[in-house]
């Protein structure tokens, strides 16, 4: 079973940046494509970003050109890159696995267990 922790997040005033990492452990033998979801207070979980096998990424309009996903597989880890960040980020950050079948699924298989991320202004 793919065991993720993630790590990372702390409180940083408008502008500035934050790495969150992703531990990834348990997936011999399956292929995976991996994303970052957040979820800001009374809000619903949001995927912000995704890599898939080919190291593809995709990014939700709102973090384009500020946030930026990769994974080391030598290390089997996942990292999110967060520049410029905003008020309107603040929320608990996710890691997911999402598993490759030919293509990436849309529900993970597998979540970390949430990194919280404050932007004051």
């Known amino acids: 079973q793919v065991q993720l922790t993630d790590s990372g997040g702390d409180s940083v005033q408008t502008g500035g940046s934050l790495r969150l990492s992703c531990g990834v452990s348990g997936y011999i033998g399956r292929r995976f494509c991996m994303a970052w979801f957040r979820q800001a207070p009374g809000k619903e979980r949001e995927e912000v970003a995704r890599i898939d096998i080919s190291d593809k990424t995709t990014y939700a309009a709102s973090v384009q050109g500020r946030f930026t996903i990769s994974r080391a597989n030598a290390d089997n880890a996942l990292y999110l890159q967060m520049n410029d960040l905003k008020p309107e980020d603040t929320a608990v950050y996710y890691c997911?696995?999402?598993?490759?079948?030919?293509?990436?699924?849309?529900?993970?298989?597998?979540w970390g267990q949430g990194t919280k991320v404050t932007v004051s202004s």
């Open positions: 997911a696995a999402l598993e490759y079948l030919g293509y990436c699924t849309r529900t993970p298989d597998a």
